[in-house]
């Protein structure tokens, strides 16, 4: 049985929580006003978002801010790293500011997602050649009920 996170205590695995705007110099993005407010989103909201749900959250307070940016900036965080694109769901792309290695579950019934720790010997396998193969990512998607759905039942 996985074990869910609580969101309250993760710390982006056994890195230390950092600052958006040394978070995407890490991963040599180039920080704008944009890129930090949707970084410092990601970093804070860990219900893995999709792109229309940090417009929505973020435009108020950025009146410049178009849906184009934020879908190509979690275009550029995905393709650096910085961020995880889930496909989990076959109606959104959402995504997850945490890249350390894990895996997500989605609840079919409340649509949430969350963390789930994935065994060391998982984890082992990124960065190996398998039959010949190199293995550069690895997701992991379980879909059924969660606890709290269940609980209401």
Request: include cysteine.
């Amino acid at each position: 049985m996985h074990q869910i996170y609580n969101c309250n205590e993760y710390k982006f695995g056994k890195k230390k929580i950092m600052g958006a705007y040394e978070q995407l110099l890490e991963y040599n993005i180039k920080p704008s006003v944009q890129r930090i407010a949707v970084m410092e989103y990601l970093m804070k909201h860990r219900t893995h978002p999709s792109a229309d749900e940090i417009y929505t959250a973020l435009s108020p307070s950025m009146p410049t801010l178009s849906k184009t940016t934020v879908y190509n900036t979690l275009k550029l965080f995905a393709e650096q790293g910085a961020a995880l694109m889930l496909t989990i769901d076959e109606k959104n792309a959402n995504f997850d500011g945490d890249t350390s290695a894990h895996a997500h579950f989605l609840c079919k019934s409340c649509g949430h997602i969350y963390d789930l720790k994935c065994p060391e010997a998982i984890k082992s396998v990124e960065d190996q050649e398998i039959d010949g193969h190199h293995v550069s990512e690895i997701h992991y998607y379980y879909k059924g009920i969660c606890k709290n759905c269940l609980n209401e039942q």
